[in-house]
């Protein structure tokens, strides 16, 4: 007895399983945007993904992420010692390269 290669298409997501002998494969068919849209869209995408990048780079460099990381570091290393607010953190940063101005430019 031959089974049919196509069984149908479901209502909802436009997709139709294709069976063989033993596997049935579900097929999605093609984007019908206008390759115009699809463009834009991906055009928007990788503007987002820079915007992305652009704003990760500007936090690092400012050291978004470096109370953070010292409280990694504190729990990791020094179990015992007790973990400074992070207003504490930048006011203890701020004083110690006021007071130490060798690593900068002005």
């Known amino acids: ?17 294709v069976e063989s002998d033993a596997l049935t494969v579900h097929v999605t068919p093609q984007d019908s945007r206008p390759a115009a849209l699809r463009g834009l869209r991906a055009a928007g995408s990788s503007c987002a993904t820079a915007v992305r990048a652009a704003g990760w780079w500007f936090n690092s460099i400012l050291g978004g992420q470096d109370y953070q990381r010292y409280v990694d570091h504190l729990t990791r290393n020094h179990p015992g010692c007790a973990v400074p607010t992070e207003r504490e953190y930048w006011r203890t940063r701020h004083a110690d390269a006021d007071n130490n101005p060798t690593n900068r430019c002005c």
Do not use: L, W
């Open 1 to 17: 007895m031959e089974r049919p290669d196509r069984i149908g298409e479901g209502p909802s997501t436009g997709r139709r399983a």
